[in-house]
């Protein structure tokens, strides 16, 4: 029977691309290690911010287009001259003559942007921003169907998951917003949660208001060059790196997300200081969530913003944190120089558990400070950028970037990086193997190959040597990491394939030398889309070995029916996925469309089916309504998880709601 199923899914997927043009991105650039870090739900959640909030092409600045992972510097500098030149773009089909801009890269910039009509020229008038705002108001809410063991006994609140978010926007010129944010199990105005969410984020920002570039005020993320000493944004990992050729980016930004750390609380602005010289400042002061130690003093600072029970309800805010910093950048004809300087302080000492060897590096006190130089030039065929970085820890990162275009169709290029085992900065978040920047030297090459149009290859290559013990290696190791991915879009279809090796070091089973893990990960996907009905079919493979095997496999189908009824706009969708894995060694992940701002990349192992229905109603532009509901139902197992999160059954089942309202 269930072979049957499986073949029934890949001919249903034959005959009918559906996913959304970045989301599909999203899932593209992922890998397993990716999807199941932080960053990467900050990420999805950022551009979802940004797609439900365009900007206007023909306004756009270098800062707006650098918010986009997928353009390379030279994309960048491409389209701003393209419209400087010629003016004003009329339609989006005008983008097909900017030549060094693909079809899919082409396609990813219309999720991002719209084509503005004639605007006034310097920031607009109070009046016409008030007059011509739009509101936004999304309110989320998830339903489970089924008990935790904490939903009986140990969580604080109620089993429903729920956010409301409000933004303010005109144009590229104002946005500000608030989001309350509330986990399952979450008091809800209640202990400690008197003023109803267990979250919230406000933010403001302006932009381009004569030399004043950017003024954010509130919660807010920045990131400059390639976040070796300041990033609390994201970074999309070593397809992303080859995406983007290695650009290097320096930006501030609201902090509209859900996502309860890695951000910044104050005041940030960039201004003009003379044609091609920027100037930013930023100052913050936050509670954070953290681990204290017996005597006071901070073990661990927590990211998670998890605060069900009564222990993590005691971590919640029992620390805060001091930062300021500047950055300095210059650009001119390609050439591009900065300097990054922060400072921060803890109210407790930092003492990390150092009784495990592979911490005996982790920042430590409680003063910090980083600087950084970053360099770099942007060429029709060539592009250099790089970053070298120390600190209080008087120890040494740098990471390099050299890309090649020697061919239209092609381009090359290469990372080095060499992270010291004693560097650290609190904010840093940087291209790496080992999701450090400490203790870490590689080199990564990587191709982009497109002989067609509508053809596309993708291959990287990653060497990492970790001097140092790190997690579940216990001593000096290495892993090496390659990729080739195509991608074929045949007019109404998408075809696309993927396979990674990757060959890493770990601690043998009695800890007394390493022995290599290998992972082979593999995908098929095929889609057609005619504008009414589309699919996605997809099958994916798993197989890891060290001393034991384990192999795993699924097949998924999406089916949409796109329709229209007088002024509203309808849309089903139905997906349906069998997995079948050895273990947790071969788990497997797929995108899976959901709310908007919906992290959807859910992640399987064992054996089971995961089906699900979503419906969406555009009654106007002002309106929408979406409602999904979902069952991952296991064979192998009659209890689901472990400690509060188990459930004593072998399906869960959650209902989705969220309605959307815009003026």
Same mark, same amino acid.
């Given at each position: 029977?269930?072979?049957?199923?499986?073949?029934?899914?890949?001919?249903?997927?034959?005959?009918?691309?559906?996913?959304?043009?970045?989301?599909?991105?999203?899932?593209?650039?992922?890998?397993?290690?990716?999807?199941?870090?932080?960053?990467?739900?900050?990420?999805?959640?950022?551009?979802?911010?940004?797609?439900?909030?365009?900007?206007?092409?023909?306004?756009?600045?270098?800062?707006?287009?650098?918010?986009?992972?997928?353009?390379?510097?030279?994309?960048?500098?491409?389209?701003?001259?393209?419209?400087?030149?010629?003016?004003?773009?009329?339609?989006?089909?005008?983008?097909?003559?900017?030549?060094?801009?693909?079809?899919?890269?082409?396609?990813?910039?219309?999720?991002?942007?719209?084509?503005?009509?004639?605007?006034?020229?310097?920031?607009?008038?109070?009046?016409?921003?008030?007059?011509?705002?739009?509101?936004?108001?999304?309110?989320?809410?998830?339903?489970?169907?089924?008990?935790?063991?904490?939903?009986?006994?140990?969580?604080?609140?109620?089993?429903?998951?729920?956010?409301?978010?409000?933004?303010?926007?005109?144009?590229?010129?104002?946005?500000?917003?608030?989001?309350?944010?509330?986990?399952?199990?979450?008091?809800?105005?209640?202990?400690?949660?008197?003023?109803?969410?267990?979250?919230?984020?406000?933010?403001?920002?302006?932009?381009?208001?004569?030399?004043?570039?950017?003024?954010?005020?509130?919660?807010?993320?920045?990131?400059?060059?390639?976040?070796?000493?300041?990033?609390?944004?994201?970074?999309?990992?070593?397809? @992303?790196?080859? #995406?983007?050729?290695? +650009?290097?980016?320096?930006? *501030? $930004? !609201?902090?509209? =997300?859900?996502?309860?750390?890695? %951000?910044?609380?104050?005041?940030?602005?960039?201004?003009?200081?003379?044609?091609?010289?920027?100037?930013?400042?930023?100052?913050?002061?936050?509670?954070?969530?953290?681990?204290?130690?017996?005597?006071?003093?901070?073990?661990?600072?927590?990211?998670?913003?998890?605060?069900?029970?009564?222990?993590?309800?005691?971590?919640?805010?029992?620390?805060?944190?001091?930062?300021?910093?500047?950055?300095?950048?210059?650009?001119?004809?390609?050439?591009?120089? @900065?300097?990054? #300087?922060?400072?921060? +302080?803890?109210?407790?000492? *930092? $003492? !990390?558990?150092? =009784?495990?060897?592979?911490?005996? %590096?982790?920042?430590?006190?409680?003063?910090?400070?980083?600087?950084?130089?970053?360099?770099?030039?942007?060429?029709?065929?060539?592009?250099?950028?790089?970053?070298?970085?120390?600190?209080?820890?008087?120890?040494?990162?740098?990471?390099?970037?050299?890309?090649?275009?020697?061919?239209?169709?092609?381009?090359?290029?290469?990372?080095?990086?060499?992270?010291?085992?004693?560097?650290?900065?609190?904010?840093?978040?940087?291209?790496?193997?080992?999701?450090?920047?400490?203790?870490?030297?590689?080199?990564?090459?990587?191709?982009?190959?497109?002989?067609?149009?509508?053809?596309?290859?993708?291959?990287?290559?990653?060497?990492?040597?970790?001097?140092?013990?790190?997690?579940?290696?216990?001593?000096?190791?290495?892993?090496?990491?390659?990729?080739?991915?195509?991608?074929?879009?045949?007019?109404?279809?998408?075809?696309?394939?993927?396979?990674?090796?990757?060959?890493?070091?770990?601690?043998?089973?009695?800890?007394?030398?390493?022995?290599?893990?290998?992972?082979?990960?593999?995908?098929?996907?095929?889609?057609?889309?005619?504008?009414?009905?589309?699919?996605?079919?997809?099958?994916?493979?798993?197989?890891?070995?060290?001393?034991?095997?384990?192999?795993?496999?699924?097949?998924?189908?999406?089916?949409?029916?796109?329709?229209?009824?007088?002024?509203?706009?309808?849309?089903?969708?139905?997906?349906?996925?069998?997995?079948?894995?050895?273990?947790?060694?071969?788990?497997?992940?797929?995108?899976?469309?959901?709310?908007?701002?919906?992290?959807?990349?859910?992640?399987?192992?064992?054996?089971?089916?995961?089906?699900?229905?979503?419906?969406?109603?555009?009654?106007?532009?002002?309106?929408?309504?979406?409602?999904?509901?979902?069952?991952?139902?296991?064979?192998?197992?009659?209890?689901?998880?472990?400690?509060?999160?188990?459930?004593?059954?072998?399906?869960?089942?959650?209902?989705?709601?969220?309605?959307?309202?815009?003026?």
């Amino acid at each position: 029977m269930r072979i049957l199923l499986t073949i029934m899914l890949f001919a249903c997927g034959l005959s009918s691309w559906a996913q959304d043009g970045w989301q599909q991105y999203m899932d593209k650039t992922g890998n397993l290690e990716d999807v199941e870090t932080a960053g990467w739900e900050a990420a999805y959640e950022t551009l979802s911010e940004l797609a439900e909030h365009p900007f206007d092409i023909n306004t756009a600045t270098r800062d707006d287009l650098s918010q986009l992972p997928f353009l390379t510097a030279q994309e960048v500098e491409d389209i701003i001259a393209f419209v400087n030149f010629y003016g004003p773009l009329k339609s989006a089909g005008e983008l097909a003559m900017i030549r060094n801009l693909s079809y899919e890269k082409r396609q990813l910039l219309l999720c991002f942007i719209y084509i503005g009509k004639e605007q006034e020229q310097g920031f607009p008038k109070l009046e016409n921003i008030l007059k011509y705002g739009t509101h936004t108001l999304t309110a989320t809410a998830k339903i489970p169907f089924y008990e935790r063991e904490g939903d009986k006994n140990g969580y604080l609140g109620y089993p429903y998951r729920h956010n409301l978010r409000y933004t303010f926007s005109y144009g590229n010129a104002v946005k500000a917003g608030i989001v309350g944010a509330q986990d399952a199990g979450e008091p809800f105005f209640a202990n400690r949660n008197k003023a109803g969410y267990d979250f919230y984020s406000f933010y403001a920002m302006i932009k381009n208001m004569g030399r004043l570039k950017t003024l954010v005020l509130g919660r807010y993320r920045a990131n400059f060059a390639h976040g070796l000493v300041m990033n609390t944004d994201f970074s999309l990992g070593k397809i @992303g790196m080859l #995406a983007n050729l290695g +650009r290097n980016q320096n930006q *501030l $930004r !609201p902090h509209s =997300s859900t996502m309860q750390a890695n %951000y910044l609380q104050g005041a940030a602005a960039t201004v003009e200081v003379a044609k091609g010289l920027d100037a930013t400042a930023f100052v913050s002061w936050r509670y954070i969530d953290a681990t204290l130690n017996d005597s006071g003093r901070i073990q661990t600072i927590r990211t998670d913003g998890y605060h069900r029970t009564v222990n993590e309800m005691d971590h919640k805010d029992n620390a805060s944190q001091l930062c300021g910093g500047t950055h300095l950048g210059f650009f001119s004809k390609g050439f591009h120089a @900065g300097l990054t #300087a922060t400072y921060s +302080r803890l109210n407790e000492d *930092l $003492r !990390p558990a150092t =009784s495990a060897i592979y911490r005996y %590096y982790y920042a430590s006190g409680n003063n910090f400070w980083n600087a950084s130089v970053d360099y770099g030039y942007t060429g029709a065929k060539f592009t250099v950028s790089g970053e070298t970085a120390t600190g209080g820890c008087g120890a040494l990162a740098t990471l390099n970037t050299l890309s090649w275009k020697p061919l239209q169709e092609l381009s090359l290029m290469a990372v080095q990086r060499f992270y010291s085992k004693s560097y650290y900065s609190l904010f840093s978040e940087g291209f790496s193997d080992g999701g450090r920047v400490q203790n870490e030297s590689g080199i990564y090459i990587g191709a982009n190959w497109q002989p067609m149009r509508r053809l596309q290859f993708s291959a990287y290559t990653d060497y990492a040597y970790f001097p140092w013990p790190r997690y579940q290696v216990s001593q000096a190791s290495h892993s090496w990491d390659h990729l080739v991915q195509m991608t074929w879009m045949p007019e109404k279809w998408k075809i696309g394939m993927r396979y990674r090796l990757k060959r890493r070091e770990t601690d043998s089973s009695d800890k007394s030398s390493l022995v290599w893990k290998n992972e082979h990960r593999g995908r098929l996907s095929i889609g057609y889309d005619d504008g009414t009905w589309s699919s996605q079919t997809q099958g994916d493979m798993a197989y890891s070995k060290t001393v034991e095997r384990s192999f795993g496999w699924m097949v998924s189908e999406q089916l949409q029916l796109r329709a229209q009824w007088a002024k509203s706009k309808w849309t089903a969708t139905a997906g349906i996925a069998y997995f079948h894995t050895d273990d947790l060694d071969s788990r497997l992940y797929t995108y899976e469309r959901g709310m908007l701002y919906g992290f959807n990349f859910p992640m399987f192992y064992g054996e089971g089916i995961r089906h699900w229905l979503m419906a969406k109603a555009e009654f106007s532009s002002r309106l929408m309504v979406t409602a999904k509901i979902g069952t991952t139902n296991y064979f192998d197992r009659t209890v689901i998880g472990t400690g509060y999160q188990q459930v004593n059954h072998s399906a869960m089942t959650d209902l989705e709601l969220q309605l959307r309202w815009k003026i």
